[in-house]
């Protein structure tokens, strides 16, 4: 076994138990509910953030019951704000198949906690070890950094095969005694070092306990850790939102498809030109609309240009948007109990209800100076 290898394990878990996280709230249990919550929620989100999510989650959704039981409207009014909104749809279903399929009790085994929705293999191995001690390599971000870094790495894990090597590399240096305490400690203790030792920029390497063995310290360039020259091209997109007021202070918010940027969520209605959102309009609207100043909303691999465009409602047919249109009127007492796109929730909050006419100047929305 290379000497990188010798006793990786009894030094992550010394250094957890001496100088890693205790306090997050999800720690100190063993209910395999509550950590696949805190796993799912903390999928490319930061802790602060899950922070302030987790214990409000649970006690609107206490058990699996619960949250399997509860509208998809209450999971994504609650997760609002999370982002990567199919991870709410996913849990939602997962919660459903516990029940239905397995009596409530998530299964034991990695192996079989997989095959439930929104489970991946590592998200499956570190319930299996949290809960049950399970002897099951994870492989997030954060680890695969801590391992490249600490074995030099340096195969290209965009290639399946250099993927698959990770991953068994990983299995063979899992504690092989005390399991039941050994794996949790293990498991916390590589996802704390790379969250908060071993950190994509400016590594605390003094800090490490890996340190003396780190292939990536001794060359110096442990931010050329992990390869993966494969990336993923960011692209941009405009959307124009249509933001109607009726009195007393309600917007018009209709379900986006079940498919795409923000399935599943209510929100304004979303077109991809000026031109099309204008050709909605009844003309007699066309004059009062208010576009305001864009704003930049960064997703994953994607810039996102939003362009809010104000009208009120009051000169329109009685009918509409409501005949046949989906959707309905939503007042803001109403709003935090759906589940909106991020921008949105934040537009509408900082957006006066019930503004006089607005007037933009611009032509190609209607307006006009004078």
């Not at 709003?335 to 949105?344: D, E, F, H, M, T």
Request: aromatic share 8%.
């Amino acid at each position: 076994m290379p000497t990188t290898e010798t006793g990786l394990a009894d030094r992550v878990i010394g250094w957890q138990r001496s100088a890693g996280r205790h306090h997050l709230p999800w720690q100190g249990t063993r209910d395999p509910y509550r950590v696949w919550l805190s796993e799912i929620m903390l999928q490319q989100t930061q802790v602060s953030t899950v922070l302030d999510y987790y214990p409000r989650f649970l006690q609107r959704f206490p058990d699996v019951q619960s949250l399997a039981a509860a509208p998809m409207d209450d999971v994504l009014g609650l997760w609002s704000g999370l982002g990567y909104y199919s991870r709410a749809r996913n849990l939602h279903r997962c919660a459903q198949a516990v029940v239905d399929e397995h009596g409530g009790v998530f299964p034991r085994s990695a192996e079989a906690l997989a095959t439930l929705p929104g489970i991946g293999r590592s998200t499956a191995a570190a319930i299996a070890a949290f809960c049950h001690g399970e002897r099951a390599a994870i492989l997030d971000g954060n680890v695969k950094r801590v391992l490249t870094r600490a074995w030099g790495f340096d195969q290209d894990l965009s290639v399946t095969a250099n993927e698959r090597a990770l991953w068994q590399r990983a299995e063979s240096v899992l504690p092989t005694r005390d399991l039941p305490t050994a794996m949790p400690a293990y498991t916390q203790g590589l996802m704390d070092l790379g969250a908060t030792v071993c950190t994509r920029s400016r590594p605390a390497c003094a800090g490490c306990p890996l340190g003396d063995i780190c292939v990536a310290r001794r060359e110096g360039a442990p931010e050329r850790y992990p390869v993966k020259t494969r990336r993923v091209r960011r692209s941009h997109q405009n959307l124009w939102l249509l933001h109607l007021q009726e009195l007393p202070a309600q917007v018009w918010l209709a379900p986006r498809p079940s498919e795409g940027i923000w399935a599943a969520l209510h929100c304004l209605p979303t077109f991809d030109s000026r031109e099309a959102l204008m050709a909605a309009l009844p003309e007699a609207l066309r004059g009062d609309a208010f576009e305001h100043t864009p704003v930049r909303h960064v997703l994953t691999h994607r810039d996102l240009d939003l362009h809010f465009v104000s009208v009120n409602v009051g000169a329109a047919p009685a009918d509409w948007p409501g005949d046949g249109a989906p959707g309905a009127w939503y007042a803001p007492a109403q709003w935090a109990a759906l589940g909106l796109p991020a921008p949105v929730r934040r537009f509408l909050a900082d957006t006066p209800a019930q503004q006089a006419p607005l007037f933009s100047g611009d032509p190609a929305l209607g307006g006009g100076a004078g």
